[in-house]
C-alpha cells in the first residue's frame, strides 16, 4: 500500500524572497529568531539603551523601543535596518536576516588610520602665549628668534618675560636694518628707504 502525502508546492527559496520583499524584513521561519530579538541582542552587547540607540541611529528613544518590542509589526525597512545596523556596528545581513558574523569585517579587523602628524608643540608655555599675541605684529625675524632662545636654567620664565625679550629683539632688528655694514647697498641701487625708527633718532640730533 503506497500512501501519498501532500507536497508543497512553495519552495524554501520563495519562502525566502517573501520574507524579505519591497526591501523590508517580514516574518521569520520556524525555529528561527527575529530581527526584533538579534536587536535586543545587539543592544545588550553593545550596552546600548533605547534612548541611545535612537541618538546614534537619528531616531526617537519611542520609535527604537516599538521596533525592539514588536509594536510595530514584523516589518522592518531596509534603510531602518541600515541605520540601526551602523549605530550598532553590527552586519546589515546579521540583524535582518540572521546570516553571517554579528560583528561588521571593519570591526573585526579594523584598518589601521593614515597617522598625521601632531602640529609641533613649544616646550614653554609662556613663549608659545607670546608668539601667539605677537604672531600678526611681528616681523618674522623676531619670531624666528623667540622660537630659537633658549632662557636660563632652562624653565619657562613666563609670558611677560617673553614679551620684554620680543622688544630686545625688534630693537636689536631695527638697530641691524639701519647699519649699512649689515645692509650694503649695491652699486647703482636704490637707497634702502629708513625705518621709523632711525627717522625719530635723526630728529632728535
Not at 194 to 203: D, G, M, T, V, Y
Amino acid at each position: 500500500m503506497i500512501l501519498k502525502f501532500p507536497v508543497e508546492t512553495e519552495s524554501i527559496a520563495t519562502q525566502s524572497r517573501s520574507r524579505y520583499s519591497e526591501g523590508a524584513v517580514t516574518e521569520r521561519a520556524p525555529n528561527e529568531d527575529t530581527w526584533q530579538e538579534r536587536l535586543a541582542e545587539a543592544m545588550v552587547a553593545r550596552g546600548f539603551s533605547g534612548g541611545e540607540l535612537a541618538r546614534r541611529a537619528g531616531f526617537t528613544a519611542q520609535y527604537v523601543n516599538s521596533l525592539k518590542s514588536g509594536e510595530r509589526g514584523g516589518r522592518l525597512p531596509l534603510d531602518t535596518a541600515r541605520r540601526l545596523a551602523h549605530a550598532l556596528a553590527v552586519s546589515v545581513d546579521w540583524l535582518t536576516r540572521g546570516e553571517g558574523p554579528r560583528e561588521r569585517l571593519s570591526d573585526v579587523y579594523p584598518v589601521a588610520p593614515v597617522q598625521q602628524e601632531a602640529p609641533p608643540s613649544d616646550r614653554y608655555p609662556g613663549r608659545a602665549e607670546a608668539i601667539a599675541l605677537l604672531a600678526n605684529i611681528t616681523p618674522p625675524e623676531v619670531i624666528a628668534a623667540l622660537r630659537a632662545a633658549v632662557p636660563e636654567g632652562d624653565s619657562d620664565p613666563g609670558r611677560e618675560w617673553w614679551l620684554a625679550y620680543a622688544k630686545e629683539l625688534a630693537r636689536d632688528l631695527r638697530r641691524i636694518k639701519d647699519d649699512p655694514d649689515f645692509v650694503p647697498e649695491a652699486s647703482g641701487a636704490k637707497k634702502a628707504p629708513k625705518s621709523e625708527f632711525s627717522l625719530k633718532k635723526a630728529r632728535r640730533v
